[in-house]
C-alpha cells in the first residue's frame, strides 16, 4: 500500500482514518494541509469497506472543526431560555459531579441515579475499555439505552437460541445466491447488526452471479428500488407473513434444520395454523407470494433471510426475529456458505466472554414493572423513573453521547421529566435537546482525536477483518477522551463512597484502550497489535466459515427452535392479527432513514443538510385525497400521546394506509451553542410514538403506531 505517512509538501500529510459515524466501519483516506482536512477518500486498501464512502464520511472531518463542538467542562447558570453555559476547569468538572453522584449514592440509594447510553457509545473503543466500570460505580438498576429503542429483539433472541446476545447470526452477503429483506434498508444505512460497507456494490455482484434480492417493506425504500422484487406489507404484521412461510416448509416437508437442532415437531405444531391465506388478509402479502419466497429460500443454492429496524421496533420484534431465525435454521444452509454464518472476530466478545450472555427478568422496573434484559431496562419507562414520587426516584441523571428526547419514545414527556431532576450530568460534545438540561457537561475527544478499533462491528461482520486506528489528530492538552472521563470519575465516585477499586479494577481503569486492545488481542489467535499496526488499513482474515455446533454458547451445544419465553407471546400476536382491521380514520405510522442523516446529529453540517429538504410527512395520494388534503400542505399529525404539524408529501412509493416521518428532526433551539439549530425544518417522531407500547424483550414499538392526519 501507498506509504501514508508520508508528507509531499510542507504542512501537508495523508493520514488513514475510520469513519465511527455507523456500523459500515467504513475506512478511509485523509488529505491534510495545516492541519485542515481537505479531503476525506475512501480507502482501497481497506478489506472490508474496499473504498466505499457515503456522505456522513465525508463529512467526518467537519465534526472536528465544528465551532459549536464543546471542548471544555460547561456548567449550566440559569434555567430554560435563560440559561447560559460557563466554562470549567476539568479538575473542579470532574470533583463537583462525583461529589453530587456520590450524594446521592448515599442518601437515597444507587437506584435514584439512573443512566441512558447513546448509540454512539458502541462506536466508540474508550466507551467499550472503560465505560462499563464506570456504570457499575454507579450502583444502579436504572440503566437505559438506545439498544431498547433498536435492537433488543436481535439480541434476546442470539441470547435464547446460541446461547449469547452478541452470536449475531450474519447473512453470507458476498455468496448467497437469495437475499430476502424484510423491514431493513442497508442501502441507506449500510447495514446494521450487519457490517456491510459497499451494500451497493455487493447488491451488484449478487445479481451479477444470478442471485435475487427481495424486499418486504411497506415503503418503496432505496433498497427496494435495487431488488428484484418488492411487496408492501402492512406495518405491525411481518410475524403473519414469516410464520406462514415457517408453515410453508413444515407442512411441505422442506425443512433441513442441523442434527443440533431441537423442537422442530413443536415448532410445526406452534405455526400451523398460520396460514399463507390469513397473512394475506392481514399484511397484504398475497398468499401466492408466501409460498414462492419460502420455497425459494429452501430451494436456492445458498438462501438467507435478514430483517432489522422494521421488524424489531414493533410489538411483535421477538417473535419476528425468532421466526427469522427460525426460517435460516431450517432452511438447508445455516452455518453454510452463503446462508447466515457466525464472524469470527479478532477480539470475540462472546467466546471470550468479555460481553455477557445476556439475562432475562433479573429485575423490574419500579412504575411499571418491566423487566429488563442484559441489565438494562426499557427506556420507554425513563421519564416516569423520574417523575413518579417514591423510593428509587431517578433524581440524578447520567446521559452518555445520547439524546434521548429526540430518540425515544415520549419525548417532548421526557424533556419535561429531565427538568425535574435534581442533577443532570452528560458526558458529549454537544449541546442537543437532551443534554440541554444537563447541569454539568463534560465533553469528550472527537472521532479524529482518538485511536480506534471496533470491538463491536468487527463481530457483525459480513467479512472477518481487523483495523486498528490511531489517532489522526492530537488533541490539545485541555481536553480529556472519553476514557480518561470514565476512568477519572469511577475513581472519584468509589473514594467517596467508601469502595476503592481492587487492584485488577484499577489497572484496567489506568490502562489505555491501546493496551487493553493489545491484552485481548493476545487472548485469541487471529491477529496481533503488531500486525495491525503494521498494516493500518486493515488485515483481512478470510470469509465467514462454518463453526457451528462448536461455538454455540448453550448447554450441550444445541438450539433450541421454541424457547418458551418467544412461544408464550403467540397467543397475544393471534388476538393482534384477529383485530387487524384499521379504523376508517387510522394510518399507520412508520419512520425512516436517510443516508445523509446520522439519527438526532450532524443536523448543523451543511455537508449533509444542503439539498431537497428531507422532513416531510410521507403519505400515499389515495390518502390525502380522501382527506381532501394536497400535496406541500401543513397537516396535523396526532397519536394517543401526541400531535405535530408538518408538511405533507404525496408518494406512491408508501403502501395505502401508512405514512411516514424520519428519525432525528424537530431540534429546538433553547439558550446559547444548542447544536443542530432550527435551521433544519421538521418535527419529531417521538413526539407521537407511544412509551407504553412495547416488544416482550421490552424493545419499543416505534412502527406501526396508530395516528390520524387531518388539515391543522
Known amino acids: 500500500m501507498d506509504d501514508v505517512t508520508a508528507a509531499p509538501a510542507p504542512g501537508s500529510r495523508a493520514a488513514l482514518a ?27 486498501d481497506d478489506p472490508l469497506s474496499r473504498g466505499y464512502i457515503c456522505p456522513k464520511g465525508v463529512s467526518l472531518a467537519d465534526v472536528y472543526t465544528d465551532p459549536d463542538r464543546l471542548r471544555r467542562p460547561v456548567r449550566r447558570v440559569g434555567e430554560g431560555a435563560e440559561a447560559t453555559w460557563e466554562e470549567l476547569g476539568w479538575e473542579e468538572a470532574l470533583d463537583l459531579v462525583a461529589d453530587r453522584i456520590s450524594a446521592t449514592i448515599q442518601t437515597q440509594g444507587g437506584d435514584a441515579v439512573g443512566v441512558y447510553l447513546g448509540n454512539p457509545n458502541a462506536h466508540s473503543l474508550g466507551f467499550g475499555t472503560h465505560g462499563p466500570g464506570f456504570i457499575r460505580s454507579l450502583q444502579t438498576h436504572n440503566r437505559f439505552s438506545a439498544s431498547t429503542v433498536d435492537q433488543i429483539p436481535h439480541q434476546l433472541v442470539a441470547h435464547l437460541m446460541y446461547g449469547h446476545q452478541l452470536m449475531i447470526a450474519i447473512p453470507d452477503l458476498d455468496r448467497t445466491s437469495f437475499f430476502l429483506v424484510v423491514g431493513a434498508n442497508p442501502m441507506a444505512s449500510n447495514g446494521s447488526l450487519m457490517t456491510v460497507p459497499d451494500f451497493p456494490n455487493r447488491v451488484r455482484d449478487l445479481k451479477a452471479r444470478g442471485g435475487r434480492m427481495v424486499v418486504l417493506d411497506p415503503r418503496r425504500t432505496e433498497t427496494a428500488r435495487v431488488a428484484d422484487e418488492h411487496h408492501f406489507v402492512r406495518p405491525g404484521t411481518d410475524a403473519a407473513v414469516l410464520l406462514a412461510m415457517l408453515q410453508v416448509i413444515l ?24 396460514t399463507p391465506e390469513d397473512a394475506e388478509r392481514v399484511s397484504g402479502v398475497p ?70 450472555p445476556g439475562r432475562y427478568d433479573r429485575w423490574r422496573s419500579r412504575v411499571r414493572d418491566v423487566p429488563e434484559f442484559a441489565g438494562e431496562l426499557p427506556a420507554s419507562a425513563m421519564a416516569e423513573e423520574i417523575t413518579t414520587p417514591g423510593p428509587g426516584r431517578i433524581s440524578t441523571m447520567v446521559t452518555i453521547a445520547g439524546n434521548p428526547v429526540l430518540s425515544t419514545p415520549g419525548g417532548q414527556h421526557l424533556a419535561e421529566a429531565l427538568a425535574q431532576l435534581d442533577f443532570m450530568v452528560s458526558v458529549d460534545f454537544y449541546i442537543n435537546e437532551s443534554t440541554r438540561h444537563a447541569d454539568v457537561i463534560l465533553p469528550p475527544t472527537s472521532a479524529l482525536e482518538r485511536d480506534q478499533y471496533d470491538l463491536v462491528f468487527h463481530g457483525f461482520a459480513v467479512r472477518n477483518t481487523a483495523r486498528w486506528t490511531p489517532a489522526v489528530f492530537e488533541p490539545d492538552d485541555d481536553q480529556r477522551h472519553d476514557w480518561q472521563i470514565f476512568a477519572a470519575l469511577t475513581e472519584r465516585i468509589s473514594e467517596r463512597l467508601g469502595t476503592p477499586l481492587s487492584a485488577e479494577a484499577a489497572g484496567s481503569a489506568a490502562a489505555s484502550p491501546a ?13 496481533t497489535m503488531a500486525d495491525l499496526r503494521e498494516h493500518p488499513e486493515g488485515v483481512d482474515l478470510g470469509p465467514l466459515r462454518p463453526t457451528m455446533p462448536g ?30 382491521t384499521p379504523d376508517s380514520d387510522e394510518l399507520l405510522l412508520i419512520g425512516r432513514r436517510h443516508q445523509r442523516d446520522n439519527n438526532s446529529w450532524m443536523h448543523n453540517t451543511s455537508r449533509l443538510t444542503k439539498g431537497k429538504a428531507r422532513h416531510h410527512l410521507l403519505m400515499h395520494p389515495d390518502d390525502l385525497a380522501v382527506r381532501g388534503l394536497t400535496d406541500g400542505a401543513v397537516v396535523a399529525v396526532r397519536s394517543r400521546v401526541g400531535r405535530v404539524e408538518v408538511e405533507v408529501r404525496a408518494t406512491a412509493d408508501l403502501m395505502p394506509g401508512v405514512v411516514s416521518l424520519p428519525h432525528g428532526y424537530g431540534h429546538q433551539v433553547a439558550g446559547t451553542r444548542l447544536a ?22 421490552g424493545n419499543a414499538a416505534l412502527s406501526g403506531v396508530p395516528v390520524t392526519v387531518s388539515a391543522p
Open 515 to 527: 493496551e487493553l486492545v493489545d491484552l485481548l488481542l493476545a487472548t485469541g489467535d487471529r491477529a
Open 676 to 697: 443542530h439549530a432550527s435551521t433544519v425544518p421538521g418535527v419529531s417522531i417521538n413526539d407521537l410514538t407511544d412509551p407504553a407500547l412495547l416488544d416482550v424483550s
Open 551 to 580: 461455538r454455540l454458547q448453550t448447554p450441550e451445544h444445541r438450539i433450541d427452535l421454541v424457547p418458551a419465553l418467544v412461544t408464550d407471546d403467540l397467543p397475544r400476536l393471534r388476538a393482534a392479527l384477529g383485530d387487524a
Open 287 to 356: 398468499a401466492a407470494t408466501v409460498r414462492e419466497l419460502a420455497r425459494e429460500l429452501v430451494t436456492s443454492d445458498a438462501g438467507v433471510v435478514y430483517g432489522r429496524m422494521g421488524v424489531s421496533t414493533q410489538a411483535f420484534g421477538t417473535v419476528c426475529q425468532w421466526a427469522i431465525a427460525c426460517l435460516n435454521v431450517i432452511s438447508g444452509h445455516f452455518d453454510s456458505p452463503g446462508g447466515v454464518m457466525f464472524t469470527e472476530p479478532a477480539v470475540d466478545m462472546v467466546g471470550r466472554r468479555i460481553a455477557g
Open 18 to 44: 475510520a469513519c465511527n459515524l455507523c456500523e459500515a466501519i467504513c475506512g478511509l483516506r485523509l488529505s491534510i494541509e495545516d492541519g485542515v482536512v481537505t479531503s476525506v477518500r475512501g480507502n482501497r
Open 251 to 274: 407442512t411441505e416437508g422442506l425443512a433441513r434444520p442441523p442434527a443440533y437442532v431441537d423442537g422442530l415437531d413443536h415448532l410445526a405444531d406452534l405455526v400451523a395454523d398460520f
